[in-house]
């Protein structure tokens, strides 16, 4: 069966991947100690609950041991917020985030 690009709303595995590995990877890490990233942003997106958003709605960060600070989504209160500045912020990019990453940690 071929795999076609479709409409971000079909499910992910019903999709070819788009990004390779180590870009989300590199997304991820840009997840951590992210204030002045999202301060360079124009949206931003949760990979967790896969919301896109206006960088400037996050309000709560968490500090973290070095000094920096973390955004929490206002959605689901998770850490897995990246933005837009060198990233693609679109549905299927959050979709294969949040595939990779669950997958890779179990």
Same mark, same amino acid.
């Given at each position: !069966?071929?795999t @076609? /690009?479709?409409?971000?709303? %079909?499910? $992910?595995?019903?999709?070819?991947?788009? %990004? &390779?590995? +180590? *870009?989300? $990877?590199?997304?991820?890490? +840009?997840? $951590?100690?992210?204030?002045?990233?999202? !301060?360079?942003?124009? +949206?931003?997106?949760? %990979? +967790?609950?896969?919301? $896109?958003?206006?960088?400037?709605s /996050?309000?709560?960060?968490?500090? *973290?041991?070095d000094? #920096?600070? &973390?955004?929490?989504? =206002?959605?689901? #209160?998770?850490?897995?917020?990246?933005?837009?500045?060198? !990233? =693609? !912020?679109?549905?299927? @990019?959050?979709?294969?985030?949040?595939?990779?990453?669950? *997958? %890779?940690?179990?």
């Amino acid at each position: !069966m071929d795999t @076609f /690009i479709v409409d971000p709303i %079909y499910h $992910i595995d019903m999709v070819k991947k788009l %990004y &390779t590995n +180590s *870009e989300l $990877i590199r997304a991820q890490r +840009s997840s $951590i100690n992210n204030r002045d990233h999202l !301060m360079r942003s124009v +949206s931003c997106g949760c %990979y +967790s609950c896969e919301t $896109i958003m206006l960088a400037n709605s /996050i309000t709560d960060w968490k500090l *973290e041991d070095d000094g #920096g600070m &973390t955004a929490i989504c =206002p959605f689901c #209160g998770r850490e897995t917020i990246i933005g837009d500045s060198g !990233m =693609p !912020m679109k549905k299927i @990019f959050l979709q294969e985030m949040k595939k990779f990453w669950t *997958e %890779y940690c179990k």
